[in-house]
T-cell receptor, first 113, second 114 residues
């Protein structure tokens, strides 16, 4: 029962171009969404988040878009850099969940120099 | 200075054994978590403690027992290990247990049960 789905296991982009990582969710109770980045042999690190009262949140090169009606969010990285090569996890939660996060299985992003 | 540390990093053991994984955070956070990343790569929460009190207890076999001796430590003890327990276990911490409290993860412990 995957409530958070990252259907593309991997993505490869050229340095300097845009990376778009997609995430879909099924639980309509989710109202808070996060992206985490993970390098090999390290734990996930928080990247950016968005509340359901917004449809866009931007932090430097990273922008997250939320489409509530489609139960879809995406992470845009512009411009992509080789150091962005990592696994990106989408996660979701809802008010009252006591910070319980539900994660997707991750997308491996490779940025080619 | 590692914010969230776990020991050991790797653990290889036989079925039926009992083992512990230790976690420590030096961030002064009140809330700590254990997650399991299985072979399908999903990160799933197992437990969460706030100020040494259990606040999240997912459907986890009772062979898994977390122990929080103080706010900075959350250890995971596993009895009678089974093949299916093989996974990477991540510890995490956050200031509080609200949605906006960023969770900081440790590097993970890769457990292999033979």
């Amino acid at each position: 029962d995957q409530q958070v789905k990252q259907n593309s296991p991997s993505l490869s982009v050229q340095e300097g171009r845009i990376s778009i990582l997609n995430c879909d969710y099924t639980n309509s109770m989710f109202d808070y969404f996060l992206w985490y980045k993970k390098y090999p042999a390290e734990g996930p690190t928080f990247l950016i988040s968005i509340s359901s009262i917004k449809d866009k949140n931007e932090d430097g090169r990273f922008t997250v878009f939320l489409n509530k009606s489609a139960k879809h969010l995406s992470l845009h990285i512009v411009p992509s850099q080789p150091g962005d090569s990592a696994v990106y996890f989408c996660a979701a939660s809802f008010t009252g969940a006591n910070s319980k996060l539900t994660f997707g299985k991750g997308i491996t992003l490779s940025v080619r120099p | 200075d590692t914010a969230v540390s776990q020991t050991p990093k790797y653990l290889v053991t036989q079925m039926g054994n009992d083992k512990s994984i230790k976690c420590e955070q030096n961030l002064g956070h009140d809330t700590m978590y254990w997650y399991k990343q299985d072979s399908k790569k999903f990160l799933k929460i197992m437990f969460s403690y706030n100020n040494k009190e259990l606040i999240i207890n997912e459907t986890v076999p009772n062979r898994f027992s977390p122990k929080s001796p103080d706010k900075a430590h959350l250890n995971l003890h596993i009895n009678s290990l089974e093949l299916g327990d093989s996974a990477v276990y991540f510890c995490a911490s956050s200031q509080g247990f609200f949605l906006e409290d960023t969770q900081y993860f440790g590097p993970g412990t890769r457990l292999t049960v033979l």
